[in-house]
């Protein structure tokens, strides 16, 4: 039997509307497969509009998700601004320019978060691992014997731009999701970064793949985020 690991991280938003369609389109539907799932959560919710943080109960969420790894971690920000320190010297921007704003403000800690799930996974024999979020959800069951591990498979929004990959759930073997998970680390922030729109996940996330030669399929649909 195949296994495969799902990585929720980030925050804890609107578990209590996604986990049904979670079940359905994810574990339901593919009971040939050795699935764990594995939650990285920051210890507070904070809403899409709100500043105000709300502390996460974990006995909440494992009393949904039975049998599931939960942990919380804390974002280190001693990391954080000796990362965006590298970034801002290596692309050579004024700190006020959008985009290296947009890096320190939110992008670092996401992948600091992503960082911390991948060291949570305590098994190294996975076929698949999924990186997810609690509160977005495909439109579809995803079947997971029709994903081709050797490649990035990323679950798009109908408005992203065709150069930019969603990173709200995407997929792929263990060997690529343990270099692509730990972007935080690995990823040089080159000079062609100012010149993308913006520096949203995305478009980062993109240009990090092809560094890493490891080539990306577009697959279902993402549905509204619920929050």
């Known amino acids: 039997m195949k296994k495969a690991a799902i990585v929720f991280c980030g925050f ?14 994810f574990i339901n539907c593919n009971r040939d497969w050795e699935i764990d799932v594995y939650f990285n959560f920051q210890p507070f919710i904070c809403g899409k509009n709100s500043t105000k943080k709300q502390e996460l109960n974990l006995n909440d969420l494992k009393s949904i998700y039975k049998n599931s790894s939960i942990n919380t971690y804390q974002i280190d920000e001693n990391e954080i601004e000796k990362k965006y320190s ?12 959008k985009n290296l704003l947009f890096i320190k403000g939110s992008i ?3 992948y600091y978060g992503w960082a911390v799930s991948m060291a949570n996974i305590n098994k190294d024999d996975y076929d698949l691992i999924i990186k997810n979020r609690s509160d977005i959800l495909p439109e579809k069951e995803i079947k997971l014997n029709s994903i081709n591990p050797r490649f990035l498979t990323f679950f798009q929004r109908s ?29 040089l922030f080159k000079e062609n970064l100012k010149d993308l729109p913006a520096a949203f996940p995305e478009f980062i996330l993109s240009e990090y793949c092809k560094t890493l030669n490891i080539n990306t399929v577009k697959g279902p649909q993402l549905t509204t985020i619920y929050r």
């Open 12 to 25: 804890a938003r609107s578990y209590k509307k996604t986990y049904k369609h979670f079940y359905d389109r």
């Open 108 to 110: 670092l800690s996401q």
């Open 159 to 187: 408005d992203m731009p065709s150069f930019g990959i969603d990173d709200f759930i995407f997929c792929s073997s263990q060997p690529n999701m343990k270099q692509i998970m730990n972007i935080f680390t690995n990823f």
């Open 86 to 97: 590298e970034i801002k010297n290596a692309i050579n921007l004024p700190s006020s320019h």
